[in-house]
């Protein structure tokens, strides 16, 4: 039973030093330039979903305590935008009112220079807007 609660320990330890170490303090601030949106799964055209993440460009992984708000624009195949929205970014699933079968890109933009810890409430800044351009399937 103690191993248990060592490997849970050392596996919750070794997931914080690893965010923590692209983390600097500046002044007052928690800074991290190395945090992306990635599109994790995309059914925009057949169920209207899709499922994004904040990860670290350093690692290439998902970090799921992090969250940030964030706006969904999406196109058609001329350019035209088809559908806009402002998400809380708390659950990592969008699903839109309908499926939009004629998409074609996705732009998905954090709406705050900042990044929240569930686990802490600490707002992490980025230097850059976190933004991603996702073509679809």
């Given at each position: 039973?103690?191993?248990?609660?060592r490997?849970?320990?050392?596996?919750?330890?070794?997931?914080?030093?690893?965010?923590?170490?692209?983390?600097?303090?500046?002044?007052d601030?928690?800074?991290?330039?190395?945090l992306?949106?990635?599109?994790?799964?995309?059914s925009?055209?057949?169920?209207?979903?899709?499922?994004?993440?904040?990860?670290?460009?350093?690692?290439?992984?998902?970090?799921?305590n992090?969250f940030?708000?964030?706006?969904t624009?999406?196109?058609?195949?001329t350019?035209?935008?088809?559908?806009?929205?402002?998400?809380?970014?708390?659950?990592?699933?969008?699903?839109f009112?309908?499926?939009?079968?004629?998409?074609?890109?996705?732009?998905?933009?954090?709406?705050?220079?900042?990044?929240i810890?569930?686990?802490?409430?600490?707002?992490?800044?980025?230097?850059?807007?976190i933004?991603?351009?996702h073509i679809?399937?």
């Open positions: 039973m103690k191993s248990m609660y490997a849970i320990i050392l596996i919750i330890f070794s997931f914080w030093a690893g965010n923590a170490i692209a983390q600097t303090k500046v002044g601030r928690w800074i991290d330039n190395n992306g949106i990635r599109v994790e799964k995309e925009v055209r057949k169920r209207g979903e899709l499922t994004i993440c904040i990860y670290s460009t350093e690692t290439n992984a998902c970090i799921e992090l940030t708000a964030f706006e624009r999406i196109f058609d195949d350019g035209k935008e088809i559908w806009s929205a402002l998400w809380m970014g708390q659950k990592k699933t969008v699903t009112s309908k499926a939009l079968s004629e998409a074609h890109k996705v732009v998905i933009t954090a709406t705050q220079p900042f990044v810890n569930i686990m802490t409430g600490t707002r992490i800044y980025q230097e850059k807007e933004t991603v351009e679809l399937r």
